[in-house]
Structure formats: structure tokens, C-alpha cells
């Protein structure tokens, strides 16, 4: 299914008994192939979704809220439309459920299926609230270059490294990363941290590479994948990580990470803009 088929920027009906059917689902081959990913995918990882407005009844009719975290494999053949993911979320909210283990096993069972592979679940109750971890990207500041910027469509020549020099190992992110729904037009701002090791890549082409986005259509975990793909071809690291964390919008944020060597999953610490 294509995004204009979906929800999103259509009106809509809100309804607060869970309901299944609400999820739509995008193929990711259609952008991967529009930046050329190969059918072996270069890369592995996964999408981090939290949500920030779960809320459901118990069986004596009193409202339970959590927060909620998903972990979407890179390798699903689809993703979830984030409006219908919130239109789904929001089903919950007039129906009884006997435990928070059951209103789990319900949206892994229907994210699952959507997604087409095992999407991860995680549900923070309000107990736990105080384990949630804030912090901000590690890593050089791409951000403290001063620099002119005119080029807002991503434009991978802005890239470049020092292939014939000796490989460096460097993390690097910025704040500046914004791109638009593909769909309503609506801004999604973010902050990216790349990882890699290989020929130094020039910092001032990453940042202008990294604004070029600006005026961009595209879902996060698309964008995120070109930023991976067009890094891979002009600078041809060793080895590379890009990970994004976007602020949220209805509720939802979402936070894609893609690699081609052994690192641990991101730790889903939130940034202080989200």
C-alpha cells in the first residue's frame, strides 16, 4: 500500500474501542528501491518507536496509561503509517483489558502483522516513569561549524572524504536534521549521529549534505536510509552507523538506527527536544 491509500491527511473518525483494522501498513521496496538499496539489504538495525498517549481500562472500568516502546526490525517488509498507528493507540482507550500483559500481547500480536515480522514491545507503567533516561547524543558537534548553507534537497555530492589518507574512527551528529511528511507536508525535526570508520569525511560537506534535507519529502526511516546509502557510495567507510531520533508529533516519535557492523542497539534514551 502506498501513503496517499492511508489516513494520513485525510479526516477522520476517532474511535476509543480497539480496533485492529485501524493499522495500515507502507512497503519499505518502494523508496529502497528509489535510492537503490539491493535486495540484500547493506545494512541491519531497527525502527524505536515510543508512545506517550497509551491509555486502556481495567475490568472495574478505571483508566491504566503506560508508555509504550517498539522495536521495529530493519528487515520487516513493512512499516506502520504513524497516523494509524496513533488512530490504533487511540482505540484503547474505552476498552477493558484484564492486565497490561494483555493490552502487550495484543498490539505485538497486531503490530507484528502488519509489520511482517516480530515486532518487540516494551510498556513502562507510571511506576517505573523515574527510569526513563534523558540524555543527548555523544559524539563531535557538527552543529559548531559556521558555515553557509543554499542547497535544501538532499544532495549527496555535498559529501566527500579522505579515502587515500589514513582511516579515522569518528561519531559525529547534528540538530539540524529536518525533513517534511511525505504526505501532509508537515515538518519532522530531528538529530542524527553518524558512526564510522574509514577515510575522514569532511565535516562542513556532512553538515551541508545533513540541511539539505530541509525541504525534503520523505518518512524518517526512508531518510535515514538514504543518509546511510549516500555516505556508503561518496565516502565508502569501512564501516558506518547512521541513527536519527525525531521529535514527537500526536504522541508518537520515531527513531530509526541502521548499521553494517556489530553495535549494540541504541539504549532509547530520549533528547530533550523530544
Not at 114 to 135: H, N, R
Not at 209 to 231: K, L, N
Request: charged letters at 25%.
Amino acid at each position: 500500500m502506498t501513503p496517499e491509500q492511508s489516513p494520513l491527511g485525510k479526516p477522520v473518525h476517532y474511535t476509543e474501542q480497539y480496533d485492529a483494522s485501524l493499522l495500515f501498513p507502507i512497503d519499505r521496496k518502494r523508496a529502497r528501491d528509489a535510492i537503490g538499496v539491493p535486495a540484500r539489504l547493506p545494512f541491519f538495525g531497527t525502527d524505536v518507536w515510543n508512545a506517550y498517549e497509551l491509555s486502556w481500562l481495567n475490568q472495574r472500568g478505571k483508566p491504566q496509561i503506560a508508555v509504550a516502546t517498539f522495536f521495529v526490525p530493519a528487515d520487516s517488509p513493512n512499516i506502520v503509517e504513524s497516523k494509524s498507528f496513533k488512530l490504533y493507540l487511540g482505540s484503547f482507550a474505552q476498552t477493558r483489558f484484564d492486565s497490561i500483559d494483555d493490552v502487550r500481547a495484543a498490539i505485538k500480536r497486531d503490530v507484528s502483522a502488519i509489520c511482517g515480522a516480530t515486532v518487540s514491545v516494551q510498556l513502562t507503567p507510571p511506576m517505573d516513569f523515574g527510569k526513563l533516561v534523558m540524555e543527548e547524543f555523544e559524539g563531535l558537534s557538527l552543529d559548531r561549524l559556521d558555515l553557509d548553507c543554499d542547497v535544501y534537497a538532499p544532495d549527496a555530492s555535498l559529501l566527500s572524504a579522505a579515502k587515500d589518507e589514513v582511516p579515522v574512527e569518528e561519531t559525529l551528529f547534528s540538530n539540524l536534521l529536518k525533513s517534511n511528511c511525505p504526505v501532509t507536508g508537515q515538518p519532522d525535526w530531528g538529530s542524527v549521529q553518524i558512526r564510522y570508520y574509514g577515510g575522514q569525511i569532511d565535516h562542513a560537506g556532512l553538515l551541508r549534505y545533513i540541511v539539505s534535507f530541509r525541504e525534503h519529502t520523505g518518512f524518517h526511516e526512508q531518510c535515514v536510509e538514504r543518509i546511510f546509502m549516500d555516505i556508503m557510495r561518496e565516502c565508502k567507510p569501512e564501516r558506518l552507523a547512521v541513527y536519527a531520533r525525531y521529535t514527537r508529533r500526536g504522541g508518537l516519535d520515531i527513531n530509526p538506527f541502521r548499521t553494517n557492523f556489530n553495535l549494540p542497539m541504541p539504549d532509547n534514551a530520549r533528547l530533550a527536544r523530544q
